[in-house]
Structures are given as C-alpha cells and as structure tokens.
C-alpha cells in the first residue's frame, strides 16, 4: 500500500508564488519517478513536471523557468515551487510515484491564481 499526501495549495494573486509538498508512506521501496500533473477546469490532465530517483528533471514548455520540482528522498518527499504563477496555472495539482509496474496518485490539491 502506498499512500500520497499533497498540500501547499491555496489562492494566490498572479505573480506570486506557492509551493506544493507531497509526502509519500508506505511501500515504496523500488520508488522512480515523482511527477507533479494538473488539471484545469474543462482541460485535460497534463503533466508539469517530473523527477528521477538520480535527480533527473522534466518540465512543461508552459512552466519552464518558473516552477522547480525537487527531491528529498530521505523524507519521501517532492516539492514544486511555483514562481510567477499565471491566472492559466489555475488547477487541480496531483502528485505520482512510479514503483513499477504501477504508477500511485494522491488526492491532489487545488490552486487558484487570480488576475
């Protein structure tokens, strides 16, 4: 059983900045890839951005160069810092831990991003 735990969502002005936490617990040994996804209001769900157990980094062309993704695996734990945030960055934000073969999801946390 694995179990993923987001938080940090919340209402921010644009240009402002969040950061998202997500806590993974129990069997996760073996754990790859983190990935934060999103999806927005009447979109589909599209990834933002990506993580290797090595460190390894994959972004969104739309958030390159204002969200960071880090890794602390001591604490089980990835990051997503969110900087200059758009009113279009607006979404649910869900969290995935890759241990092959299977890919687990948390219950995701919402941002919204007013103009």
């Known amino acids: 059983q694995v179990h993923l735990v987001e938080s940090g969502g919340g209402l921010v002005q644009a240009g402002g900045s969040l950061r998202l936490s997500c806590a993974a617990s129990g069997s996760i040994s073996g754990a790859n890839a983190m990935t934060w996804y999103r999806q927005a209001p009447g979109k589909q769900r599209e990834l933002v951005a990506s993580i290797t157990n090595g460190g390894s980094t994959n972004y969104a062309d739309s958030v390159k160069g204002r969200f960071t993704i880090s890794r602390d695996n001591a604490k089980n734990t990835v990051y997503l810092q969110m900087n200059s945030l758009k009113p279009e960055d607006t979404a649910v934000y869900y969290c995935?831990?890759?241990?092959?073969?299977?890919?687990?999801w948390g219950q995701g946390t919402r941002v919204t991003v007013s103009s």
């Open positions: 995935t831990i890759s241990i092959a073969p299977r890919v687990y």
